[in-house]
């Protein structure tokens, strides 16, 4: 549909597609694609004008964080999932990090789709029928818990993934039956038979460091002096 603003004043214009652009972007992380402002009968070369004054701010090649809008991760996951098309999900170390599986910084984003990608900044994989153990998390697809932890396995040490493990069940109700569907699956996965084991309860898990020498004080002798 044509937009009214195309035939208005030049300042009138320019505030309209400022809303436009809001509008857009919000429940969105702020962020939107050329795609999706073109389709809008934003022109070219409004938004390249925006780009030269900051209103709309390159995150990958064909996908912009309006400028208004914080930095974020979620932004930044959101717009390497858009840019590398229909079907893609994000995975790996940053699916993980999204659900709350992992602690510390965010990682850079990885993502799974169906075709080959190459995006700059952004690690990608193929898998055919990724779109099967996708879902979306705060606005964003995603990998499912389960299908997330078997990507770490072979990633991350057996602790560390003990702990996701750990973070899986309680954040989001993942149970070893779910993983085993996955692995059902993906029957040649790496690192499958490290997430058996912990699964099996084989691999303690360790909550935090406070914890950590709490039973480290726990294991040393007790000295009785008299």
């Excluded at 004054?53 to 991760?73: D, K, N, Q």
Aim: glycine share 8%; hydrophobic share 40%.
């Amino acid at each position: 549909m044509a937009l009214s603003w195309i035939s208005a004043p030049m300042g009138q214009q320019s505030r309209t597609v400022e809303r436009e652009l809001a509008r857009m972007a919000s429940g969105a992380h702020g962020v939107v694609t050329r795609a999706e402002l073109l389709g809008a009968g934003i022109s070219a070369k409004e938004v390249r004008q925006r780009l030269e004054t900051g209103a709309l701010i390159a995150v990958v090649p064909g996908v912009y964080r309006v400028g208004h809008t914080a930095p974020s991760s979620e932004a930044r996951y959101l717009a390497a999932v858009l840019a590398c098309g229909e079907g893609a999900l994000l995975s790996g170390r940053a699916a993980a990090h999204l659900w709350g599986l992992l602690k510390g910084p965010a990682p850079a984003p990885e993502v799974t789709a169906p075709t080959e990608r190459r995006v700059r900044g952004v690690k990608t994989r193929r898998a055919r029928r990724a779109s099967r153990e996708g879902t979306n998390w705060r606005g964003i697809p995603v990998t499912t818990p389960a299908r997330t932890l078997v990507d770490l396995a072979v990633v991350i040490d057996a602790a560390e993934l003990a702990r996701a493990c750990h973070e899986a069940g309680v954040r989001h109700h993942t149970t070893p039956k779910h993983v085993e569907a996955v692995l059902a699956r993906c029957p040649n996965a790496p690192g499958a038979g490290r997430l058996r084991a912990v699964l099996r309860g084989d691999v303690h898990v360790t909550l935090s460091k406070l914890e950590s020498r709490f039973l480290d004080c726990f294991a040393r002798p007790i000295c009785r002096c008299r």
